[in-house]
């Protein structure tokens, strides 16, 4: 199977969100950063329209996987988009059913708002065909990179689908949420940032060598 069919292996995979600029992109890519996300939504000040996502994607080498985010979007508006960018992956941040998750026909991940609680088995039944399942810290309905964080404890469950652990992490807290949750993947967007959409390259730097740390045993 390639990266895009499977992007998470046994150790803990990585992925930066809200990539706007190609200097970010490439700076991931040299920490080894495993998936980057580029934010379709019009309302988020990481937006970036779909040329500037594919323009970025095709300079990504083999196996740094793109994921292309929405927050209920019209099914024109996504078609339209995809037209455009040619993500391996699709990441839905609203209310999306699993059928308006996969009328696209590529591969997808749901985001599941934890603020407030949620029941994660019965989010993995409703999603039973995504990809995975990205624990976000905000409230249902609210944009994700807000920063806000969740109890990593909830995230211990499971699943017959990876868990992707997001929201409000940075370099100083992403080793605790790896070790409690031990996810698949973590998922970084504001943490990382000198501002919304703008990358801070020491930051990034360290989140990844905190990820790498919590992996090593003991």
Not at 81 to 106: D, K, N, S
Not at 167 to 190: C, F, K, Q, T
Request: charged share 20%.
């Amino acid at each position: 199977m390639t990266d895009a069919a499977a992007p998470f292996q046994s150790r803990t995979r990585i992925k930066f969100c809200g990539i706007t600029r190609w200097e970010d992109a490439e700076r991931a890519v040299a920490l080894g950063v495993d998936l980057l996300g580029f934010v379709l939504v019009p309302q988020s000040p990481r937006h970036v329209a779909p040329a500037q996502a594919e323009a970025m994607r095709r300079k990504l080498p083999p196996g740094v996987t793109s994921v292309a985010l929405f927050k209920d979007a019209a099914p024109a508006d996504v078609d339209a988009a995809l037209r455009v960018f040619q993500p391996e992956w699709l990441q839905f941040h609203g209310a999306e059913t699993a059928a308006e998750c996969a009328r696209a026909g590529r591969p997808w991940f749901k985001a599941v708002a934890m603020k407030g609680g949620v029941d994660l088995d019965q989010a993995a039944r409703r999603y039973a065909a995504a990809g995975a399942l990205l624990l976000d810290g905000h409230a249902p309905g609210a944009m994700g990179g807000s920063g806000e964080t969740f109890d990593w404890h909830s995230a211990q469950k499971r699943l017959a689908m990876p868990l992707i652990v997001a929201g409000g992490l940075h370099p100083g807290n992403v080793g605790e949420a790896v070790r409690i949750a031990r996810p698949y993947a973590v998922d970084v967007s504001s943490g990382i940032e000198a501002r919304p959409g703008i990358k801070d390259c020491g930051k990034m730097t360290d989140f990844v060598a905190a990820v790498r740390a919590a992996d090593q045993p003991g």
